[in-house]
């Protein structure tokens, strides 16, 4: 059996919420060119706030998309730099392309309110307890 890294799974549910959202704006955008051809039809139906109200909820996906991914990077240890979209160390002070200074807070965690729970279906497992830092207490200077 293999051994299963339990961030792996956090990852894995974080990609099946992106291809989840993906389904949710390629329906979107049936439903905005239904709704457009329908205006297309008939000159008196008026379907503007139908298809924004549409759009309004495709640009949250693809935020959410978005904030999913850096999530993904971080748990890999890996950050996006704002500035060129190259994958950097979490550690990096500077990107190592452009030079770009991050920002420290881009090393935390991004929360959002809607935490993604991951897949219904998988059993629920206790989460991997975080090993304790080997103790490194032992000083040198005597
Ligand atoms: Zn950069």
Do not use: W
């Not at 890996?78 to 002070?93: D, G, H, I, V």
């Not at 965690?109 to 991997?128: H, L, N, Q, Y």
């Amino acid at each position: 059996m293999a051994l299963f890294d339990p961030k792996t799974k956090v990852i894995q549910g974080y990609e099946k919420a992106i291809s989840d959202k993906n389904l949710s704006i390629k329906r979107y955008y049936d439903e905005i060119g239904r709704l457009y051809y329908g205006q297309y039809k008939d000159n008196n139906v008026d379907v503007t706030k139908d298809i924004n109200t549409r759009c309004d909820s495709v640009t949250k996906l693809y935020r959410d998309i978005e904030e999913l991914k850096h999530k993904i990077l971080f748990e890999k240890g890996l950050k996006l730099c704002p500035s060129c979209k190259t994958e950097n160390n979490l550690e990096y002070a500077f990107c190592f392309k452009c030079g770009n200074k991050f920002n420290p807070e881009s090393a935390t965690r991004v929360i959002m309110e809607d935490e993604i729970t991951p897949a219904p279906s998988a059993p629920a497992e206790e989460k991997a307890e975080e090993k304790p830092a080997e103790e490194k207490a032992e000083d040198t200077a005597e």
